[in-house]
């Protein structure tokens, strides 16, 4: 059997990593546009902050590790069309511009999204950046110690805006972070959290102008100079661009049935409208625990889980899309946050009726002090409000509590209510908790009515 996997970041990885797992002789060809193959943009503010040194060992696999594994890689080979009767893709080899046919038994379509790009004018002026991929991490990072980029803004005040905003205030620089939204992060916590979290971006020198729409780039010599808003108007010798991405899938239409965004339609099996055509990652749908159908979450956890089920299938065997919550995670500053599931936020727009419960609540007995570990932690449980199902929760604190979002996201996929989690067996050690942990305490709270 012959697969072809297109797109070398998380799908397509762990596509080929699933099918070498489990039948290493199947031939893999495995191709990849940029001249770099899975580089992990998630890595990226670990680089761009000097953490990583090298940008080029912020990769799962380099094409030797690939090779040696019995996979032909193709670095700088873009796929520009595929005929789905005929089981052929056309291979445009960007190194000395030739194209060519290449059949396949299985296809696998890993091609991800790229930066949104805002339609105002001076869209187009120099030093209009965005944050994805390792082309783009090499040229932030040069300007994190450019003496002549004092001010920046930032555009979309998501976990990867906020990332940016976060590397180029510890550089030194004034940044500015805009969002349409009122409120920094708002998809993934509610105010309780972004209240704290916009007091912290301030204190560090990040001005927010949540609630202000962008309405033009100007320039000045063919360079970016400032952004202008419908409120107000910022300096900037850099713009990075993080208000969204957009599937890289306009090449497909008419070989795979895409929906009006541009994703391609996929069943709980990875499969496309075409047989024998699977398609993973940021340019597809998931299936949604907490509520049922599907939704967009652009995650590397996600794109793995797809390119493992699709492995699965492709290989014969009949395995579903394990439904996803969305969870994530981030450190802003001194805090670390992390979210799962529906938020006071993200209810209405999903039609369902919701109650939370917030609880603040020290992370160790109060004995414990500061220095050892001990933090208020800040934690809120979101639930229907028929059922008590669990949707959903977040929690922050200056102590890294962000793991306990996991066993929330196994409770909403285990469809658990307030009752299972008010009494569930957690371990208590002074180091590390209390005895009564906050996921009991939120759940015991919310049962006795409280909000
Ligand atoms: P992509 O990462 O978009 O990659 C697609 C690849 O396919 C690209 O390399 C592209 O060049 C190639 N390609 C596209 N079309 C073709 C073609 N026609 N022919 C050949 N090659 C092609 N997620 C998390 O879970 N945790 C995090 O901490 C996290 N941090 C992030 C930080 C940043 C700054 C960014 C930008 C994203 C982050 N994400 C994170 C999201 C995560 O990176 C994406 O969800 C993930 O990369 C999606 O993987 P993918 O395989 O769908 O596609």
């Known amino acids: 059997m012959k697969v072809i996997v297109v797109g070398s970041s998380h799908g397509g990885y762990e596509a080929v990593r699933g099918i070498l797992q489990e039948a290493p002789e199947t031939e893999i060809q495995w191709y990849e546009k940029g001249d770099f193959i899975s580089f992990l943009s998630c890595g990226m503010q670990l680089y761009l902050e000097g953490v990583v040194k090298n940008v080029n060992d912020v990769r799962y696999a380099t094409p030797d590790t690939a090779r040696a594994q019995g996979v032909d890689v193709f670095v700088r080979q873009e796929i520009t069309a595929v005929a789905p009767l005929q089981h ?9 511009d030739t194209s060519r046919t290449e059949h396949y038994d299985q296809l696998v379509l890993a091609v991800g999204a790229e930066p949104a790009k805002l339609a105002v004018p001076g869209a187009d002026l120099a030093n209009v950046y965005a944050m994805r991929g ?14 002549d ?3 920046v803004v930032v555009i979309g005040a998501g976990y990867i805006g906020v990332e940016a905003a976060e590397v ?8 500015t972070l805009i969002d ?8 993934y916590l509610d105010e309780e959290f972004t209240s704290r979290l916009t007091e912290t971006l301030v204190a560090h020198g990040i001005t927010p102008a949540m609630g202000q729409s962008v309405e033009e780039f100007t320039g000045k010599d063919g360079q970016v100079a400032g952004v202008l808003t419908d409120q107000a108007e910022f300096p900037a010798e850099l713009v990075i661009l993080s208000a969204g991405i957009k599937p890289a899938t306009h090449w497909l239409k008419g070989a795979v049935e895409l929906d009006a965004k541009g994703l391609i339609k996929v069943n709980d099996y990875q499969q496309t409208s075409a047989a ?3 398609a993973v990652g940021d340019a597809t749908l998931v299936p949604y625990a907490p509520v049922g159908g599907k939704q967009r979450i652009a995650l590397a956890t996600v794109a793995r889980r797809q390119g493992r089920t699709a492995a699965k299938n492709i290989l014969g065997q009949r395995l579903k899309m394990p439904s996803v919550s969305g969870s994530s995670a981030l450190s802003v500053f001194d805090y670390h946050f992390a979210s799962t599931g529906v938020k006071e936020g993200t209810a209405a727009k999903l039609g369902i009726a919701i109650k939370s419960i917030y609880v603040e609540d020290a992370a160790r007995p109060a004995f414990v002090p500061d220095a050892a570990g001990n933090a208020p932690v800040y934690f809120k449980l979101t639930y229907a409000a028929d059922s008590q199902r669990i949707l959903g929760a977040q929690i922050m604190s200056k102590v890294d509590v962000t793991a306990n979002i996991n066993v929330i996201s196994l409770a909403i996929q285990g469809k658990m209510t307030l009752s299972d ?11 590390f908790d209390r005895p009564w942990h906050i996921i009991n305490v939120a759940a015991q709270q919310a049962l006795l009515g409280k909000t």
Do not use: C, M
């Not at 390792?134 to 003496?147: F, M």
């Not at 989690?421 to 180091?431: E, K, N, T, V």
């Open 168 to 175: 180029f205030a510890k550089a030194g620089k004034h940044v």
């Open 134 to 147: 390792r082309d783009w991490a090499i040229r932030l990072k040069a300007k994190t110690v450019d003496p």
């Open 88 to 96: 052929e893709v056309t291979v445009h080899d960007l190194n000395d």
């Open 149 to 151: 980029t004092a001010n």
């Open 180 to 187: 349409i939204l009122p409120r920094a992060l708002q998809l």
């Open 276 to 278: 024998d055509v699977y």
């Open 421 to 431: 989690l008010a009494y569930a067996d957690f371990f208590f050690q002074p180091g």
